[in-house]
T-cell receptor, first 115, second 113 residues
Framework: GAGVSQTPSNKVTEKGKYVELRCDPI?????LYWYRQSLGQGPEFLIY????????DSGLPNDRFFAVRPEGSVSTLKIQRTERGDSAVYLC?????????????FGQGTRLTVV | GDSVTQMEGPVTLSEEAFLTINCTYT??????LFWYVQYPGEGLQLLLK?????DKGSNKGFEATYRKETTSFHLEKGSVQVSDSAVYFC????????????FGQGTELSVKP
């Protein structure tokens, strides 16, 4: 498809388990962003990739969270030892430039529920 | 740090009513400002943007003007429709921060026929 694709759309996991969330950006987009949206809140920035490298990971809440983008396209957000507080919608966005005035296109998100 | 504050919702209006959703921001430097919309069951979509002071962004009958003196970017529409029912997010983004967006908490709009 032409848009940002995120899989799975829903994920239920038990506390303490490991999860991976996948993002397929728009083809050719060099910038990729992960956000986390809790119920009733706006998205909060987690990490930003320019190409293969993480240019800004200041939003990752702790060392249980990690993200990769090995070939500069698909990205995976990895969460170890999940906690109930990790339950949220995880959003991915991509843009063709890291400039602040360029539109970022969002996927529909992965709803993560930790039980 | 940079931040965005939106008026709280939910906002309920009758069709054809005038809409204002307030948004103020705090930022160092000269950010770009955005309004994103999330329709039920869909992902976030860019509604409009403004990249410098006094710019007016507009789309689908919605408008917002970048006011540096009041650090505001209020969203307005003269006559809302039922199809405008959605959650609206104000956001700012800066070149010197790699284009990451800082969002407000969102304002839910419900338009009744």
């Amino acid at each position: 498809g032409a848009g940002v694709s995120q899989t799975p759309s829903n994920k239920v996991t038990e506390k303490g388990k490991y999860v991976e969330l996948r993002c397929d950006p728009i083809s050719g987009h060099t910038a990729l962003y992960w956000y986390r949206q809790s119920l009733g809140q706006g998205p909060e920035f987690l990490i930003y990739f320019q190409g293969t490298g993480a240019a800004d990971d200041s939003g990752l809440p702790n060392d249980r969270f990690f993200a990769v983008r090995p070939e500069g396209s698909v990205s995976t957000l990895k969460i170890q030892r999940t906690e109930r507080g990790d339950s949220a919608v995880y959003l991915c966005a991509s843009s063709d430039s890291p400039l602040g005035n360029t539109e970022a296109f969002f996927g529909q998100g992965t709803r993560l529920t930790v039980v | 740090g940079d931040s965005v504050t939106q008026m709280e919702g939910p906002v309920t209006l009758s069709e054809e009513a005038f809409l204002t959703i307030n948004c103020t921001y705090t930022a160092t430097g000269y950010p770009s400002l955005f309004w994103y919309v999330q329709y039920p069951g869909e992902g976030l979509q860019l509604l409009l943007k403004a990249t410098k002071a006094d710019d007016k962004g507009s789309n689908k009958g919605f408008e917002a003007t970048y006011r540096k003196e009041t650090t505001s970017f209020h969203l307005e529409k003269g006559s809302v429709q039922v199809s405008d029912s959605a959650v609206y997010f104000c956001a700012l983004g800066s070149y010197n921060q790699g284009g990451k967006l800082i969002f407000g908490q969102g304002t839910e709009l419900s338009v009744k026929p």
